[in-house]
T-cell receptor
Framework: DVKVTQSSRYLVKRTGEKVFLECVQD?????MFWYRQDPGLGLRLIYF???????EKGDIPEGYSVSREKKERFSLILESASTNQTSMYLC???????????FGPGTRLTVL | GDSVTQMEGPVTLSEEAFLTINCTYT??????LFWYVQYPGEGLQLLLK?????DKGSNKGFEATYRKETTSFHLEKGSVQVSDSAVYFC??????????????FGQGTILTVHP
């Protein structure tokens, strides 16, 4: 199985700060995804990457950017954090040859 | 666009009760269908999947059958346990075009099982 790890389980930041959420997976040629999870809304796709330095917007990209300089690492960036970005953020990796995705444990971000 | 609708929750059951969580979808083509589970404080885990019509996915006593005629993928378990308490997500992946296997999720159903 793909193993996906996220740099922090809990994070507290202040409004206006630049925030980096890191995700690392342990297989080559993987697609990677960033979602946010909010009660009653399920998971919504923010951005995804299908190759190094390649990215595409998901359903809710506003206020976020991403970086993928190496295949195993996919970073989500909040350029100027706002309180409405308080959420659970989940990273996922896609197994080559399958449509299954494997998720990291999540980062619960609070913006004060 | 693609969408997934799950039954309204939360669902509260007694141990050994029968569980059904309804899921219907709207999608073009022939999507793959999934159920994911999220235990308290954890990320999502794949519970089961089905990749074509009439396929039955099963795992840990849970089952779901891909019904193309009713565009449904209902989750069932004959006898739930306290340890099944979690949030359950129905999802689909449409492989066509440049989707790269993106998942579209339902809103999630909270299941609580009491002893």
């Amino acid at each position: 199985d793909v193993k996906v790890t996220q740099s922090s389980r809990y994070l507290v930041k202040r409004t206006g700060e630049k925030v980096f959420l890191e995700c690392v997976q342990d297989m080559d040629h993987e697609n990677m995804f960033w979602y946010r999870q909010d009660p009653g809304l399920g998971l919504r796709l923010i951005y995804f990457s299908y190759d190094v330095k390649m990215k595409e917007k998901g359903d809710i990209p506003e206020g976020y950017s991403v970086s993928r300089e190496k295949k195993e690492r996919f970073s989500l960036i909040l350029e100027s954090a706002s309180t409405n970005q308080t959420s659970m953020y989940l990273c996922a990796g896609r197994t080559s040859g399958s449509y299954e995705q494997f998720f990291g444990p999540g980062t619960r971000l609070t913006v004060l | 666009g693609d969408s997934v609708t799950q039954m309204e929750g939360p669902v509260t059951l007694s141990e050994e009760a029968f569980l059904t969580i309804n899921c219907t979808y709207t999608a073009t083509g022939y999507p793959s269908l999934f159920w994911y589970v999220q235990y308290p404080g954890e990320g999502l885990q794949l519970l089961l999947k089905a990749t074509k019509a009439d396929d039955k996915g099963s795992n840990k006593g849970f089952e779901a059958t891909y019904r193309k005629e009713t565009t449904s993928f209902h989750l069932e378990k004959g006898s739930v346990q306290v340890s099944d308490s979690a949030v359950y997500f129905c999802a689909l992946s449409n492989a066509g075009g440049t989707s790269y296997g993106k998942l579209t999720f339902g809103q999630g159903t909270i299941l609580t099982v009491h002893p």
